[in-house]
């Protein structure tokens, strides 16, 4: 299928919900970190519109949607990019289709952590969780000197651990990746780090706890101040 007009389309309906406001709002809040186009679209428009469109297409095959999102990706906006992962991350089935090619597809222009986030969340932590992207792959992405791609290994250790995303915990694969960023300097890797810890927090305390007291010396006080909290009052602040 040639998703061409269907892309066009989108973007244009984008355009239309977007806003200058809107846009500097989201350019600080991406930290002047993305080199993509961004159109100034609110996620709740952003919704509607994914709402809209899947009842449009209630027919497409799996393949339909994950062709169209990797089209979306493709086009360098940001909102696009948003828009193509959850239209899979919110439709089981397309999920249940993904292959790993799909998701290593899926990773052109992650440059900033909210594009990074909905990639992890939605689409490959829970790919990994159901073994279609595999561990070496997690431990090729620890190694890489791209900062995003590292937080995407990171970051899918929550999807492990999210039961609306089909986590059941996973203490072992957790602190595996915990382990390899302890000694990290990027706040984009000791924000991950945080959150893949407290992530654990519902299912296994003790092992949290543990990586606390063996790590405490050299980890950010930032993490061990959100992850404390975390343990203690069941909130990061």
């Known amino acids: 299928m040639d998703y061409k007009n269907n892309v ?6 984008l355009m239309d919900l977007g806003s200058e406001e ?11 970190s993305s080199t993509q ?6 996620n709740p428009d952003m ?11 209630s027919e497409w095959a799996s393949e339909d949607w994950i062709g169209l999102s990797k089209a979306l990706v493709r086009t360098g906006v940001f909102e696009c990019q948003v ?21 290593e597809a899926l990773m052109l222009n992650l440059d900033n952590w909210a594009s990074v986030d909905h990639f992890t969340v939605g689409i490959f932590g829970v790919l990994w969780g159901k073994e279609v992207v595999k561990d070496e792959h997690i431990k ?32 072992i694969r957790t602190m595996w990746v915990c382990e390899k960023v302890v000694d990290e300097r990027h706040p984009m890797i000791w924000k991950a780090l945080s959150w893949s810890l407290r ?10 706890y543990d990586f606390l007291d063996k790590h405490r010396e050299r980890m950010s006080r930032q993490v061990i101040r959100e992850v404390e909290h975390k343990l203690e009052h069941g909130t990061k602040n």
């Open 37 to 42: 186009e961004v159109l100034g679209v609110s």
């Open 47 to 57: 919704r509607v519109l994914i709402k809209e469109l899947r009842k449009q297409h």
């Open 140 to 171: 090729q992405l620890l190694k890489s000197e791209n900062v995003w791609e590292r937080r995407v290994a990171v970051a899918s250790t929550v999807a492990l651990n999210t039961a609306s995303r089909g986590g059941k915990g996973d203490t």
């Open 199 to 208: 992530s654990l927090v519902r299912w296994d305390r003790d092992a949290v």
């Open 8 to 13: 066009e389309e989108i973007r244009e309906a």
């Open 83 to 103: 828009t193509g992962f959850e239209l899979i991350a919110g439709q089981k089935k397309v999920l249940a289709a993904m292959k790993s090619e799909d998701a």
């Open 22 to 32: 809107r846009k500097k709002k989201t350019l600080h809040f991406l930290s002047g």
